[in-house]
């Protein structure tokens, strides 16, 4: 497939997110690179939101809105989204996530000076209310599949891929699915590079899909299994780490 070269394609999924969605498309307007695509992939919302991406569609014709036929979940509304995508370089922002102004300039820039084929990024924590936290979430400047079988250190609305290097891919339909994504991908690559510089904000709400901490174990432990099919006792040391990291983080 030709991919337009200097076009970022954005996949945002979105289910009832009238409360958000707003601020996610203004903070995308807001970049200081211009030549981008949101396209926003609606899972039979409810709540009014399709009504007010349809109103910033019809005045930026960056802005793509789809909604999907069935209801479908987080994993296959960003794997349409990807079909649908014009760009060579792919970027991720949920419904109720925001991102600084430079993200993209940044991001792109960083990726073509250094010439891998991902990039990610520090992002910093904001509550319900759009009102930072003290959290933030860095990342380190290099990461390899091995390293990151120890825990999903990529945010996944830091990512900025090139196509060209990473190929077609899909993020599978389980728990986990960006992260299963990365691991796969990282198999093709030689690693990943991070910019440890906040540019972009991860919003914590009581309905996050991760808040059930036993969940996101069992999550894992698949995707160390099923997904990556790694060897029972790998996954099980994998695992242990990959706590073990998540308690120091608190």
């Known amino acids: 497939m030709e991919w337009n070269q200097e ?7 979105m289910y009832n997110a009238g409360r958000y969605i707003g601020e996610a498309i203004e903070s995308v307007q807001r970049q200081t690179y211009p030549n981008w695509e949101m396209i926003i992939m609606d899972d039979l919302s409810d709540d009014g ?9 019809k005045a930026d014709g960056r802005i793509r809105y789809f909604r999907e036929t069935v209801k479908s979940g987080v994993a296959k509304g960003r ?4 079909k649908l995508a014009g760009g060579r370089y792919l970027a991720f ?7 600084k102004p430079k993200k993209l300039e940044k991001q792109l820039s960083f990726l073509k000076n250094r010439r891998c084929a991902f ?3 520090a992002c910093d924590v904001v509550d319900e209310n759009s009102v930072a936290t003290s959290k933030v979430r860095h990342v380190p400047p290099k990461i390899t599949y091995e390293k990151l079988l120890w825990g999903n250190v990529i945010p996944c609305l830091t990512v900025l891929l090139d196509r060209e290097f990473v190929g077609e891919f899909s993020m599978p339909e389980i728990g986990h699915e960006d992260y299963a994504a990365w691991l796969t991908i ?23 899909v ?3 901490k036993l969940r996101t174990i069992g999550w894992t432990w698949n995707i160390y299994r099923r997904n990556q099919k790694l060897p029972a006792y790998k996954s099980f040391f994998y695992l242990i780490g990959h706590l073990t990291q998540a308690m120091r983080k608190r």
């Open 210 to 212: 991760s808040a059930n």
């Open 186 to 208: 990282f198999r093709k690559i030689p690693a990943a590079y991070g910019i440890d510089e906040i540019l972009g904000s991860y919003r914590i709400n009581n309905q996050s």
């Open 119 to 121: 990039t990610y990024a």
């Open 93 to 99: 922002l949920d419904s109720d996530d925001l991102w």
């Open 79 to 82: 794997n349409d989204a990807m």
């Open 49 to 57: 939101s399709a009504e007010i991406v349809q109103e910033y569609a």
């Open 7 to 13: 076009l970022v394609s954005i996949i945002t999924p």
